[in-house]
């Protein structure tokens, strides 16, 4: 099969929309993943420990459960028991909650880094524990684990081509479609592959910037 230019040029709006959709996810599960994490990784360091050991059983369920396993299971399973959600919110929420498992790690760990004497001059300058965590631990808590935060988002960019699976209309969803529609796959894989790479190439350079620049 030869490359025809003008298949390209015919399905380009198609995965065009496949783009915005994919950046969409991303930046949308990316946003639950890392506030989630952080308000998680908190939440573990002041409970008591039956609030550690609740957490701790959630964080290893998302952790340890495929993500379309997940994906099937709120697609085909809770309509079952009558709870219906778009595609796209529960795709978005997915891995949301999923990542937000992972940042959850990098976050406590980042918290563990940050000298115990950090809390203890807090509480002997009489701040509140609001004030403490506001104002003192969460910005070094984010600046620490920053790096491996932005890798997060990078494999979030990655994995959102799962979402092709429930109808959710990303980039390789689309590529997909528009494959089944001509029965053409060269160039419509093809394209995606290279708009994946043209939006991931960037992303990578600006995080090897950030970590030289920190280091």
Not at 22 to 42: D, F, K, N, R
Not at 56 to 62: G, K, P, Q
Not at 81 to 86: G, T
Request: hydrophobic share 55%; proline share 5%.
């Amino acid at each position: 099969m030869s490359w025809d230019w003008a298949y390209v040029v015919k399905i380009l709006p198609d995965l065009l929309l496949g783009v915005w959709y994919t950046v969409l996810v991303t930046l949308a599960s990316a946003a639950i993943a890392l506030t989630g994490g952080l308000l998680i990784a908190v939440f573990q360091d002041t409970t008591n420990a039956a609030g550690k050991a609740i957490v701790r059983f959630f964080l290893e369920l998302f952790r340890g459960v495929p993500i379309l396993v997940l994906l099937y299971f709120g697609y085909y399973v809770l309509p079952e028991i009558r709870i219906s959600l778009p595609a796209f919110g529960l795709g978005v929420g997915v891995l949301g909650i999923v990542y937000a498992a992972f940042c959850s790690e990098v976050y406590r760990g980042s918290l563990i880094t940050i000298p115990r004497g950090m809390r203890d001059a807090c509480v002997a300058l009489g701040l509140s524990p609001y004030t403490t965590w506001v104002h003192v631990l969460i910005p070094m808590m984010v600046r620490k684990a920053a790096p491996a935060l932005m890798n997060y988002v990078l494999m979030l960019f990655r994995q959102s081509s799962f979402l092709f699976a429930i109808g959710v209309p990303v980039l390789l969803g689309r590529a997909q479609v528009v494959g089944y529609e001509s029965f053409r796959y060269l160039e419509p894989f093809t394209m995606a592959g290279v708009f994946y790479l043209a939006i991931n190439l960037p992303f990578v350079y600006l995080l090897s910037r950030f970590e030289t620049k920190r280091a």
